[in-house]
């Protein structure tokens, strides 16, 4: 089933109704950038009502640890929209980040980062780059599942979904119809991570097929981020995981010498978020120095968001126009450049005087010429027949011989579940290991049932049932094994659901 939820029909042709948003002043620098966002904004005649929230230092320092209080959350899941002024998480332990909080519990899944350079008024090596680091906000390492399992040994999950693939690579697309951008790059490392960042790479390439017009290509996220530091130009649209899409908001941010100047979104299915990307900066709060063009660009993402398109590039070529005629705040003032030095409320005013005017050196903003339309489609679960065909018992074991260990798991047989191999960090250490392979106290034993083909490769495991996981367990129990946990083994319409041993 498709929906047109996420961003409304074009506005093109429609009278909107004031949108009301949930405005965070934040800390430090806060207040003086969103006064200067909220002018400009109020100018251009944005149809927006402002709702203020109480979020950041003050909340965290009177006590309340997620540094958010109840009226806010009501205001949040009321008007679904926010638009966040950085904030200052106070020093020490106990503090949550409320950027963690707010994006898990809104289910914010697609953080988006638009980045462009804006040469020469801003010092860069790449002076037409123009890319969109789309990123995946809610999975992998992120999801925040660690544990400690031996005296040696700590283990983070890494969790990619069907669902999750699915729909931030087709946000991914999406964001390239809606806003007239030519390519999406995925980003993954599946040559190393086949199960995990093979879903997401299996899935961007099922889902480019729907997108003809779109040109798609893959990368692998090492490499993909090299190419990416050298010739950003190269690149439209990325899409990628969590983790590595952390990393290559950042460099893309750092190479255009725009940390100061972008804005970034969370969106999720309900309610999307705005900010810029930098913090609060308490080293210069108060001063009327700090440049407002981080908060600006994510108020126009935010118009594009609610369908206010027009006024989006009303504001986002006044902003390039202003950068262009040389009035820099502190932070980009450069004097044989720059025609004045203007302090945070100047350079708002600069902006509004240049209202309804277009660059002539840098890109002009064009989000109307986009479809400006979204459409999100609902995750429908394939059946597939799933068969258990063995277990990874993890063991923490302080010997150092795998033949030791090996040898004395090979007795154990419980209803014809029997060892066919240990590895240590993944490496094959039983049977037939080499002596060079150095071993933790991690050992991971795979028992499949004893008459399984594995030399065969569809289907290579015979079915198994929990009663002989159980027997297993309380066998290796019995025996003096401390199990630290277990990985089942299955087959999803015939095909492997777990990665082989290197070396085995
Ligand atoms: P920062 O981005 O606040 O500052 C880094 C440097 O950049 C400082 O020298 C600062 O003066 C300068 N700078 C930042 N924004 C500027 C602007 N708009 N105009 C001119 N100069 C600017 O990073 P930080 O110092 O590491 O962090 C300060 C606080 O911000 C910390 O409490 C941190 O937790 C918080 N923070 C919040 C967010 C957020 O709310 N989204 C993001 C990052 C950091």
Not at 156 to 163: A, F, G, H, S, Y
Request: glycine share 8%.
């Amino acid at each position: 089933m498709e929906n047109n939820t996420l961003v409304q029909e074009s506005n093109k042709k429609r009278t909107q109704k004031a949108v009301k948003i949930a405005i965070a002043k934040g800390d430090g620098i806060g207040p003086e950038i969103m006064a200067a966002t909220l002018d400009i904004l109020k100018a251009a005649g944005a149809k927006i009502e402002p709702e203020f929230i109480d979020l950041g230092e003050q909340v965290y320092l009177s006590g309340n640890t997620a540094g958010i209080n109840k009226e806010s959350w009501e205001i949040i899941k009321r008007n679904k929209l926010i638009l966040k002024a950085p904030i200052t998480t106070p020093q020490g332990k106990g503090y949550k980040s409320l950027n963690v909080t707010l994006r898990k519990s809104l289910g914010l899944y697609a953080n988006v980062r638009p980045v462009s350079s804006f040469h020469p008024f801003v010092k860069t090596h790449f002076p037409t780059m123009d890319v969109v680091i789309i990123r995946e906000n809610e999975e992998d390492l992120y999801a925040g599942i660690e544990h400690q399992q031996t005296q040696d040994v700590v283990q983070c999950l890494k969790l990619i979904t069907r669902p999750g693939c699915e729909r931030i690579v087709r946000y991914a697309f999406e964001y390239a119809k809606a806003y007239g951008r030519k390519k999406v790059t995925c980003m993954v490392k599946d040559n190393i991570m086949k199960l995990t960042d093979g879903l997401f790479h299996q899935v961007f390439k099922e889902i480019s097929l729907e997108y003809p017009k779109i040109k798609s290509e893959s990368q692998i996220i090492d490499i993909g981020s090299a190419k990416l530091a050298a010739n950003p130009e190269n690149y439209d649209v990325v899409v990628t995981s969590n983790l590595y899409g952390d990393i290559i908001s950042d460099i893309a941010a750092e190479i255009a010498g725009s940390v100061g100047l972008a804005g970034s979104a969370n969106i999720g299915t309900n309610v999307a978020m705005f900010e810029a990307i930098h913090g609060s900066a308490p080293d210069i709060a108060g001063q009327q120095i700090a440049n407002p063009s981080g908060l600006i660009n994510a108020a126009v993402l935010m118009l594009a968001h609610i369908g206010q398109l027009e006024i989006a590039d009303k504001v986002k070529n006044a902003l390039l126009t202003t950068i262009e005629d040389g009035y820099h705040t502190s932070d980009i003032y450069q004097p044989k450049m720059s025609e004045k030095k203007v302090s945070t409320q100047e350079f708002a005013n600069e902006v509004i005087s240049r209202l309804g005017k277009t660059p002539q050196n840098l890109t002009k903003s064009k989000l109307i010429e986009g479809s400006g339309s979204m459409k999100t489609v609902e995750y429908r679960r394939k059946k597939s027949k799933k068969e258990l065909v063995g277990v990874d018992a993890f063991i923490d074991w302080t010997g150092t011989d795998p033949n030791e260990i090996g040898d004395a798991l090979s007795k154990i047989n419980a209803y014809n579940l029997k060892l066919k191999m240990i590895t240590n960090r993944g490496v094959k250490v039983y049977p037939n290991g080499l002596e060079e392979t150095y071993c933790t106290d991690h050992w991971r034993c795979r028992f499949v049932a004893s008459n399984s083909d594995i030399q065969k490769t569809i289907p290579s495991y015979n079915p198994i049932d929990h009663e002989q996981i159980i027997a297993l367990l309380s066998k290796l129990n019995g025996k003096g094994f401390d199990v630290i946990k277990t990985e089942n083994l299955y087959e999803f319409d015939g095909k492997r659901g777990f990665s082989l041993g290197q070396g085995e």
